[in-house]
């Protein structure tokens, strides 16, 4: 790999030669955490949990992302692909329902390269969790080797992207990426107990103040998707907590009741079905703890 251009910053960083990239991270791979989660959507995580896999750094880096220590700091254990396999393949072996790769965008390469290998001895999805902010080049490399896609899609304003991203061409991308995913698997298909096996869950964090926009990236997702053939989760425990003192004003309170609602009467119109969350879902309680 020479001047990474595996995410849609492309920039280009020598990371065979350790240099880091935007994100993060540069020729090693580093995991932060590896464990049973219970807080996915409910056919994801079922009874035994969901077999999360979290990688270092981040290729969006959200302001008021959650886990920052992991995204931008890149705390983690460094790992071989062949450790990597290892570790997939004893968490599956822990009974989870799948394995649930969270935020390997500026790994794909190698994680394609890992799951070629170990992918006929899972008896389990691979579930690929994500931003949504990828290259549809990139995300053909795990074409037959992802089942469930799990992506954001977290804007549709340009400023809002660029204000809480730095990513003034989220829309597009991630409208793209979304195309590409649903491509390869799909329609959502559940195995007889009512687990997720195969489809497109989309997830859309509703923002403070961004009525308007929420608005939008649901309309946009009907226009580019098929409504009925996949589901969509939406979120509301945006969090002040993590936003620094710099963020816009409106990253600075929760979301209110009204809000959460009106985002949820504007996904009910356009006719989709999936997973809300409750109030008590906001809360810092619900990040992972990476030093476990
Ligand atoms: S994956 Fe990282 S190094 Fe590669 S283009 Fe994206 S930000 Fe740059």
């Not at 072996?93 to 500026?106: D, F, I, K």
């Not at 896609?149 to 809480?164: H, I, V």
């Not at 608005?215 to 409504?227: F, G, I, Q, R, S």
Request: glycine share 8%; net charge neutral.
């Amino acid at each position: 790999m020479s001047g990474c251009m595996l995410c849609p910053r492309k920039c280009g960083a020598r990371r065979e030669e350790n240099e880091i990239g935007m994100c993060h991270v540069g020729a090693d791979i580093f995991i932060s955490r590896a464990a049973p989660h219970h807080f996915e959507e409910p056919p994801i995580s079922g009874t035994r949990g969901s077999g999360t896999v979290f990688f270092a750094g981040c290729s969006l880096g959200c302001i008021f992302c959650q886990n920052k220590e992991i995204s931008c700091d890149a705390v983690g254990k460094c790992v071989s692909e062949e450790e990597l396999g290892e570790i997939c393949l004893s968490l599956a072996a822990t009974g989870v329902h799948n394995l649930n790769l969270v935020t390997g965008t500026h790994y794909t390469d190698r994680i394609a390269r890992v799951l070629q290998r170990i992918k006929p001895k899972l008896k389990i999805p691979v579930v690929w969790n994500s931003s949504g902010y990828e290259r549809p080049e990139t995300l053909r490399l795990l074409e037959g080797l992802v089942d469930i896609y799990l992506p954001d899609f977290k804007y549709f304003s340009a400023e809002l992207a660029k204000a809480c991203s730095n990513a003034q061409d989220y829309k597009e991308v991630a409208v793209a990426a979304l195309r590409e995913m649903y491509r390869q698997v799909g329609a959502v298909r559940y195995d007889e107990n009512g687990m997720l096996r195969r489809g497109t869950v989309v997830r859309h964090l509703v923002l403070p103040g961004q009525r308007e926009d929420t608005a939008a990236v649901l309309e946009t997702l009907a226009k580019t998707l098929p409504v009925s053939n996949i589901l969509l989760s939406l979120m509301r425990q945006y969090t002040p907590d993590f936003a620094p003192q710099t963020a816009p004003k409106y990253l600075q309170r929760r979301v209110t009741t009204f809000e959460y609602e009106q985002a949820l009467l504007k996904a009910q119109e356009l006719g989709f079905t999936g997973f809300t969350q409750g109030k008590d879902a906001a809360s810092a309680a619900f990040t992972p703890d990476f030093h476990t």
